[in-house]
């Protein structure tokens, strides 16, 4: 049952990402909401920005972070103007928000070329069968600093 | 064929990795090389400046991108003390690089309780199955902002 507020909070990140169009970027727009208000907004910036990595959730997701203070964001919801691609929702999951709500889907932002679905096919493959090829390489001098890491006492877990 | 100048950039990628632990941060270190040569660096400083998407890989790309002043890092290569989480491997597809070399896997991560296992498998359910609920609303207001994408005539895409 969606109400009307949270109509509104979507429509608040469709506007984002309707805006975003004439502001030079991508058009993905979302919100993170806390305690029912919006806490923090994002738009997609990654060519206007030059960083690909600079989707609307996680920019909302940085700017919700940097106000609160905290890298854990459990007690937040996410409004997003389109279903998280697998990186926004990865970081979704790090950030420990509690609700997803989505509007256009990643089978639209295929339609407009943005190839979401793509990425989520590759990520469901095994290692071998991926496009960008991977390679181990001296994981036993490596995991010396996942034992450091072990063994630290005033370490801050997350 | 792992060669001796593959082996030194995973060696500084591992060096970030160890040294980021006495720097606050956490055991996770990655450089971007482009014609064999390291680009930029990243280690993961996700609890030291509360940014849950400041992985090493992450933070490695936006720097990369940043100093080539483009978001495609097509012939740019990674190398990584730890097997990308999915997030950061997503954000290496957006970022077009060609090749990921790495040391510690997910598992050697969830064995000191960094758990990029459980959003691989998180993200290979159906949505209905996830342990963070998604829901879809507004669909029919949100497409408005993708057909006006699509009419838009100097776009810039990728």
Same mark, same amino acid.
């Given at each position: 049952?969606i109400?009307?507020?949270?109509?509104?909070?979507m429509?608040e990140?469709?506007?984002?990402?309707?805006?975003?169009?004439?502001?030079?970027?991508?058009?993905?727009?979302?919100?993170?909401?806390?305690?029912g208000?919006?806490?923090?907004?994002?738009?997609?910036?990654v060519?206007?920005?030059?960083?690909p990595? $600079?989707?609307a959730?996680?920019?909302?997701?940085?700017?919700?972070?940097?106000?609160?203070?905290?890298?854990?964001?459990?007690?937040?919801?996410?409004?997003?103007?389109c279903?998280?691609?697998?990186?926004?929702?990865?970081a979704?999951?790090? $950030?420990?928000?509690?609700?997803?709500?989505y509007?256009?889907?990643?089978?639209?932002?295929?339609a407009?070329?943005?190839?979401d679905?793509?990425?989520?096919?590759?990520?469901?493959?095994?290692?071998?069968?991926?496009s960008i090829? $991977?390679e181990?390489?001296?994981?036993?001098e490596?995991?010396? $600093?996942?034992?450091?890491?072990?063994?630290?006492?005033?370490?801050?877990?997350?």
């Amino acid at each position: 049952m969606i109400t009307e507020q949270q109509k509104k909070l979507m429509r608040e990140a469709i506007a984002l990402s309707s805006r975003n169009i004439d502001n030079g970027g991508g058009p993905f727009g979302a919100v993170i909401v806390k305690d029912g208000k919006i806490l923090a907004r994002g738009a997609n910036r990654v060519t206007a920005d030059n960083d690909p990595t $600079a989707h609307a959730e996680v920019n909302a997701i940085r700017e919700a972070a940097r106000i609160l203070g905290t890298f854990d964001l459990s007690g937040c919801e996410i409004y997003t103007s389109c279903e998280p691609c697998p990186m926004c929702l990865s970081a979704i999951y790090w $950030a420990r928000i509690d609700h997803i709500y989505y509007a256009n889907t990643q089978y639209d932002a295929k339609a407009i070329d943005f190839d979401d679905s793509f990425i989520y096919e590759e990520l469901s493959l095994p290692k071998q069968q991926r496009s960008i090829p $991977a390679e181990r390489m001296l994981g036993e001098e490596a995991i010396e $600093a996942f034992d450091k890491w072990r063994n630290k006492e005033d370490k801050v877990e997350y």
